[in-house]
């Protein structure tokens, strides 16, 4: 079936270092996606999106690249901050449809 | 977000009982969603809400049931818990199509225990 997936579960980074969190999707049809963070305790929260017309769009301290060859999705961030630290998660719209899958996602980690 | 609230934030109840979350939002949006979320496995979706008419069944249905009992208000509710429902549940809402977007709004989660 179709599938949103990461490629790493976890991540760390040293602090004031450049982050890249990458988001494998497998539907061709995919039109929307978004980049969420989540905190402990807390639900997510939306950073970036990006539809399948684009193949960058930046934010503050964040850019998502998007490669529609290889189907392939990733999240910059400039300049890692300790408040940086959370599980991302990717999120798929797929062709049309207004549900979203999201995948697994990313824990990462800012090592002081 | 505050524009998105869930109530109660924890609860521990026992096998059988019935157990009803709360979902309430000042966003003035339309669409309203319930999720699950288990360690590892991400968001699945339960049940969606397009207006107060429309409800429809999520990729894990079996077992909840909800009400939107307005516009801003998204009940779910659990008819006889079991302890796999163990979760955290998170109530979403979008303002699609108006934004033009899918961009989903999260409320804060309530932590679910069943034993």
């Known amino acids: 079936g179709e599938s949103v997936g990461l490629h790493l579960p976890t991540l760390s980074v040293q602090e004031g270092d450049n982050s890249i969190i990458n988001c494998a999707y497998s539907?061709?049809?995919?039109?929307?996606f978004i980049w969420y963070k989540q905190e402990s305790g807390k639900g997510p929260q939306f950073i970036i999106d990006i539809r399948s017309n684009m193949d960058k769009r930046q934010g503050q301290r964040v850019t998502v690249l998007l490669n529609k060859t290889v189907k392939h999705l990733s999240l910059q961030i400039a300049a890692t901050q300790p408040g940086d630290s959370a599980v991302y998660f990717c999120a798929e719209n797929m062709g049309g449809n207004e549900k979203l899958t999201f995948g697994t996602g990313t824990r990462l980690t800012i090592i002081p | 977000d505050a524009d998105v609230t869930q109530t109660p934030r924890n609860r521990i109840t026992k096998t059988g009982k019935r157990i009803m979350l709360e979902c309430s939002q000042t966003?003035?949006?339309?669409?309203m969603y319930w999720y699950r979320q288990d360690p590892g496995l991400g968001l699945q979706l339960i049940y969606y809400?397009?207006?107060?008419?429309?409800?429809n069944k999520g990729e894990i249905s079996d077992g909840y049931s909800v009400s939107r009992q307005a516009q801003a208000k998204f009940s779910l509710s659990l008819e006889s818990a079991i302890p796999n429902q163990t979760a955290l549940y998170f109530c979403a809402t979008s303002d699609w199509p108006r934004e033009r977007t899918d961009t989903q709004y999260f409320g804060p989660g309530t932590r679910l225990t069943v034993l």
């Open positions: 539907n061709s049809a995919s039109d929307y």
């Open positions: 809400s397009f207006d107060v008419k429309d409800i």
């Open positions: 966003k003035g949006h339309d669409r």
